[in-house]
Nanobody
Framework: QVQLVESGGGSVQAGGSLSLSCAAS????????MGWFRQPPGKEREEVAR????????RYADSVKGRFTIYRDMSKNALFLQMNSLKPEDTAMYYC?????????????WGQGTQVTVSS
């Protein structure tokens, strides 16, 4: 059974940082394409970042480029999202996902989400 469990969300002031984690069980993160998505209040879910195989290339939404970093940790079998210079518009529920590999690979499994709130 695949489980993805996010943690690390919280409330922070604009300009601050948060680090989100996604612990996987029943699934090997380092051998998989993975991604982070978010759903702001009243809006649709959107992709934030994804990491590809085999070289671990990454892709980011324009709105977070230069501020967010997605990476994997083999020893922890986990996916991370380091978020710096946070803005109020980053407020959302954040989800990690195991993806079908490919440029537009769709999510196969979802975590339950972790809330990020950025105040001005």
């Amino acid at each position: 059974q695949v489980q993805l469990v996010e943690s690390g969300g919280g409330s922070v002031q604009a300009g601050g940082s948060l680090s989100l984690s996604c612990a996987a069980s029943g699934y090997t993160v380092v051998n998989s394409c993975m991604g982070w998505f978010r759903q702001p209040p009243g809006k649709e879910r959107e992709e934030v970042a994804r990491i590809f195989l085999p070289a671990g290339n990454t892709r980011y939404a324009d709105s977070v480029k230069g501020r967010f970093t997605i990476y994997r940790d083999m020893s922890k079998n986990a996916l991370f999202l380091q978020m710096n210079s946070l803005k109020p518009e980053d407020t959302a529920m954040y989800y990690c996902a195991a993806l079908v590999c490919g440029v537009t690979g769709s999510p196969r499994y979802w975590g339950q989400g972790t809330q990020v709130t950025v105040s001005s």
